[in-house]
């Protein structure tokens, strides 16, 4: 993954859809104004290779779990593989 500081001005054209994406978050999120960096990742995997479920968190989880303030999803593509399953499960939950 890679990530991008919100702290200065845009130097990439993807630094500049980061900060156009965070300024729409803080429209329906107010809370994302406390960002302070926006993290993004790209897969290419031969279809239907699928994605494992996972919770969204910062370094994979190690030392505790730290979930970010908004979570999006932006496909580029049509066509290709499955949906995107998003749930209100809290890792701490006991029953799925």
């Not at 978050?25 to 960002?35: D, G, I, N």
């Not at 999803?73 to 809290?90: E, H, K, W």
């Amino acid at each position: 993954s890679y990530t991008h500081a919100l702290d200065c001005p845009p130097s990439s054209n993807l630094d500049q859809i980061m900060h156009y994406l965070w300024k729409l978050a803080m429209v329906k999120f107010p809370e994302a104004s406390r960002a302070t960096r926006v993290e993004w990742w790209a897969h290419n995997r031969p279809h239907p290779s699928g994605h494992q479920l996972h919770f969204d968190s910062d370094n994979e989880g190690l030392g505790g779990v730290r979930n970010p303030i908004v979570t999006s999803v932006c496909y580029l593509s049509q066509g290709m593989g499955g949906p995107t399953l998003i749930t209100n499960q809290n890792v701490n939950d006991s029953t799925l």
